[in-house]
Structure formats: C-alpha cells, structure tokens
Nanobody, 124 residues
Framework: QVSLTESGGGTAPAGGSLRLSCRAS????????MIWFRQSSDGGREGVAA???????IYADSVKGRFTISKDYTKRVLYLQMDRLKPEDTGTYLC??????????????????WGQGTQVTVSP
C-alpha cells in the first residue's frame, strides 16, 4: 500500500517559519524523485522543491534561499523547511513521489503518488 501523508501546515506570520512533513509508506519513499507542490486557491499548482533519489535538489526561484527540502531515511519522511515566509507562500502543500523522473525537476513526468495536502497560511 503506497501512501503519502503531509502534516505541519498552519498559520504563520510573514517572516516566520514552518516545517512540513510528508510521511511515505510502500514504494513512495524510493521513488526516483519526491517533489513538494504548492496549490493556490484558484487551483493553480506549482512545484517548489524536489529531491531525487540520489539526493540532488532543485528549487523554484520564488523559494530559493528560503525553503529547504530534506529526507530522513530512517523515518521515511520528506521535509520542507520554510523560512522567511511571505504571504504569497499561502496555499495547500502536497508532496508527490514521481516514479518516472529523469533528474531533478519541479514537475512529475512519470507515474506518481500524491498526498492529500496540508494548508499553509501566511499572514501579512
């Protein structure tokens, strides 16, 4: 059974920090790449950070220098440390396990598993 479960969302002031977690079961944690996406209230979805199985990372320009993606291999958890938050970081954050990725990218290209998401709200 493959599942991804996000947690750690909430409300933070601009300039604050949150750490999101994505607990993976089944084959999800061994996927070619794991990606954090942000979905806005209008339904638009963008990749913000990704980490390939070997550990290469990539970030969207909008979060570079503020967000950090990492993995705990023992706990099988993918993290997204979000610092210096901005109101435009508000959205639902979902993690995805892309089993068909060829290198780091901020989009899924192969069969992928998805979590349900966790809401992040950043107040001005």
């Amino acid at each position: 059974q493959v599942s991804l479960t996000e947690s750690g969302g909430g409300t933070a002031p601009a300039g604050g920090s949150l750490r999101l977690s994505c607990r993976a079961s089944g084959s999800a944690f061994g996927a070619a790449s794991m990606i954090w996406f942000r979905q806005s209230s209008d339904g638009g979805r963008e990749g913000v950070a990704a980490m390939t199985r070997p550990g290469t990372t990539i970030y969207a320009d909008s979060v570079k220098g503020r967000f950090t993606i990492s993995k705990d291999y023992t706990k099988r958890v993918l993290y997204l440390q979000m610092d210096r938050l901005k109101p435009e970081d508000t959205g639902t954050y979902l993690c995805a396990a892309d089993h068909g990725a060829r290198g780091p990218r901020l989009a899924t290209i192969g069969p992928a598993d998805w979590g349900q998401g966790t809401q992040v709200t950043v107040s001005p």
